[in-house]
């Protein structure tokens, strides 16, 4: 057989691609179209309301990518089901009835009611060609090269509405352009910190042998960003972990107080800032600000800390300690271990900047559990984090004033 192929333009549309494919043998015949643009920037969606024998004539272009459907009937074409067509109205519709009969005689044969209600569904069809009453045509086509003719252009077509939406990755990667939508839009940033490893070369605090260190920005839900800083040695072992607020010092410092009913209470997660003091009252234990540094654990891992950090006391240690110290160090880190939901405490912290976290299991409700305080700062807090002397306003000297 011979293909023809057409470049031609249709008004008010665009140009594309005809082609003709005839065969003298059999006399069979097709015919396809392609469009000769781009894939638009925006998909499009063509509602015609079909109220006459002159809507089945308007001239459709329905590309190979786009969904045709009759709500009215539960009718629908599905995209890449067809070939490209430049047809009308009831060109598609005779396309979807030669298509559903095709098949007809072996359905007859296998499957007799399958057959029986495709032959109800095929004169519905049909009698749409009639108009006897309104229905409603929709083209849908994410590449926005598909088109319904208005017969009164340039005015406008009350019966015709075209909506441009945009595409959805979904309808990208089917149309192949995920690539191409993920260029196009501008990187972010933060988002590629949140979902990346940062690693940076550093000494070990320990035996001074070069290791890394691994920095991730992490949210707290409920709260905000913190990063994360961790430091394995891999010639000593010996491995770190420290956090720092990804915000700003708040307006007013924080009280958060917790009483431990539950062993469950010690899988909280819980943030201690480098200026978040810890108190246990029952223990008559306090740790200071600037303590342990900065630590994202649960609770049971910071009271592990407190314990450890204790039992490392060089002064409990060796030929400088006495015996009634030492002992009343272990008295503490006994009552300390008994600490574990079992035995009901307060634990409190304390932080002025306001950087601190601890989970809220009930959370968004309000936990029964837990208490929340905010309380403005006293100038001695203000001057440990050294507040007083910063100038935020009006820090320019007056010869820069009018540069």
């Not at 781009?38 to 459709?60: H, K, P």
């Not at 009308?88 to 044969?109: K, N, S």
Request: net charge negative; hydrophobic share 35%; glycine share 6%.
């Amino acid at each position: 057989g011979v293909t023809r192929l057409l470049l031609t333009r249709i008004p008010f549309f665009k140009e594309i691609i005809v082609s003709s494919f005839s065969c003298d043998s059999c006399s069979w015949s097709n015919t396809e179209i392609q469009s000769a643009g781009r894939i638009q920037e925006q998909g499009v969606c063509y509602t015609l309301a079909v109220t006459s024998r002159q809507d089945m004539n308007r001239e459709v272009v329905k590309t190979d990518c786009a969904t045709a459907r009759i709500p009215e009937l539960d009718f629908e074409i599905p995209a890449f089901t067809q070939k490209g067509v430049l047809t009308t109205i009831e060109g598609i519709i005779d396309r979807a009835v030669a298509g559903l009969e095709q098949d007809q005689p072996v359905r007859r044969a296998t499957d007799e009611e399958v057959a029986k209600k495709i032959d109800e569904f095929i004169v519905k069809l049909r009698q749409l060609k009639e108009v006897n009453s309104p229905f409603t045509f929709i083209i849908d086509d994410p590449s926005g090269n598909s088109f319904v003719e208005n017969p009164h252009a340039p005015r406008r077509d009350d019966a015709l509405v075209v909506t441009h939406y945009r595409r959805t990755p979904q309808q990208a990667a089917m149309l192949g352009l995920e690539g191409e939508e993920v260029d196009a839009k501008p990187p972010d940033a933060a988002e590629d910190l949140r979902d990346e490893v940062l690693q940076f070369n550093t000494n070990c605090p320990e035996c001074n042998a070069p290791a890394n260190t691994n920095m991730k920005l992490v949210q707290i839900p409920h709260f905000k960003e913190v990063i994360i800083m961790a430091t394995n040695c891999d010639s000593c072992g010996h491995r770190t972990n420290e956090v720092k607020s990804g915000g700003a010092i708040e307006p007013q410092g924080t009280r958060i107080t917790l009483r431990i009913t539950d062993p469950s209470d010690m899988t909280r997660d819980i943030l201690k800032s480098e200026t978040c003091s810890v108190e246990i009252p029952e223990l008559e234990f306090e740790l200071g600000m600037g303590a342990l540094g900065g630590k994202f654990t649960t609770l049971e891992g910071l009271l592990k800390d407190i314990r450890d950090l204790v039992e490392r006391n060089p002064f409990t240690l060796g030929d400088s300690s006495t015996p009634s110290r030492t002992g009343k160090l272990q008295e503490f880190i006994g009552k300390l271990q008994e600490v574990n939901g079992k035995t009901k405490a307060h634990f409190i912290m304390d932080d002025p900047a306001g950087n601190s976290y601890l989970q809220n299991v009930y959370a968004p409700e309000e936990d029964p559990e837990l208490r929340v305080e905010r309380y403005e700062r006293t100038f001695e807090q203000n001057e440990d984090l050294g507040l007083n002397d910063m100038k935020t306003e009006g820090y320019e000297p007056e010869g820069t004033s009018g540069r």
